[in-house]
């Protein structure tokens, strides 16, 4: 019988793609494609699109309830996956958003990109926290294996579940093909329908308080204020829970008109507006990858980023990095790209040679590699 691995796949959500979303859409993509003696079974937890049956040896199957809340994660996982799971008794259960059956009889390969809400477990929801906290520990123990996203993440899971090193294998991300460098009339275009025809710096993101968009928005307004310039501010992103302190900041800054939010955008869109950036300036204080990163790179403009968690890590040296918890350094960050033309194509030139690391097909044939070990 053919080898046959079920996989959770709930955040296959059309025009809805996230990081985790899209870390497992383009390693699966390739994974069934390029191994087409295994069966896969793909769990969605609602209707799906055909555009996520890859191939011909994928068979999906829609599970219910729909899981987005932490009572529902845990009927999913622990009941109607867990049922599945052990009916088939799969070769494998891979979960790229991390959640296991606990108790399932197979093998567990979760992918656990990072472990943020350990650290600031005041940034989720109170039952959301308490639910990760008290779960992720368990699925670490029960997992075969586990990929993660950097080696920053393999090191904190490891040494904060106490789980030996040797088990967790690191799966970089990868990059967007929709990504490119823009020509003159592609920026002009695109700065006329988001800042008025001005420059301005940009965050990609989930509006999330972790994302540190307080202290962006504080540092942006010092450099308005020390810069007289028009430079506007760009935030482009779903919002999520926790936002009222940001919206408070965009209000009291003094350059509320300047800092624009663009919502969730088409993947064309995004590209037009990270390929017209005069820089990404994206100041987590907790980032397992961190993929606007790398799709920056691919766009060719400068950035400002961390120099915490897993950001000095995947940006290496094409950047400016800044304590995400000093508002005058990424001030003094602005201002430096601001007007520093030569250092601006020192930061792209080096973004060239830092993006070579990250690849999707890369990804997946290290995910691929994780799996075999697994089994």
Sequence with gaps: MP??????TRLLLKDKLEGMGWFTYQTLKRITR????????????????EEFVFSENITPLIIGPQARHPSLYYWWFQYSVKNILNQMRPDLFLSSDGFLSLGAKCRQLPVIHDINFLHYPKDSKWLTSKYYNYYFPKFAQEATRIATVSEFSKNDIA??????????????????SFFRRLNEVEKSTTKQKYSNGTDYFLFVGSLHPRKNLVNLIDAFSLFKKESSSDLKLVLAGPSFWGLSDTYKTIKE?????????????????????????LALTFIPYYEGFGI?????????IPIIASNVSSIPEVLGDAGLLVNPFDTMEIKHAMLQLHTDKTLQVKLVEKGLIQKQKFSWDNS????????????
């Design 364 to 375: 997946a044939g290290l995910l691929w590699q994780s799996i075999l070990k697994a089994l």
């Design 3 to 8: 080898v046959q691995i079920v996989v959770n």
């Design 34 to 49: 390029d191994n087409p003696d295994v069966h896969f079974v793909f769990l969605f937890d609602r209707d799906f699109d």
């Design 159 to 176: 040494y904060n579940y106490k789980i030996n090193p040797e088990k967790i294998d690191v799966v970089y991300n990868g990059i967007n």
């Design 292 to 300: 606007p990163l790398v799709e920056a790179m691919e766009a060719q």
């Design 253 to 277: 800054s003094g350059c509320e008109t300047d800092i624009v939010l663009t919502g969730r955008l088409e993947n064309e869109e995004l590209a037009n507006l990270m390929g017209s950036a």
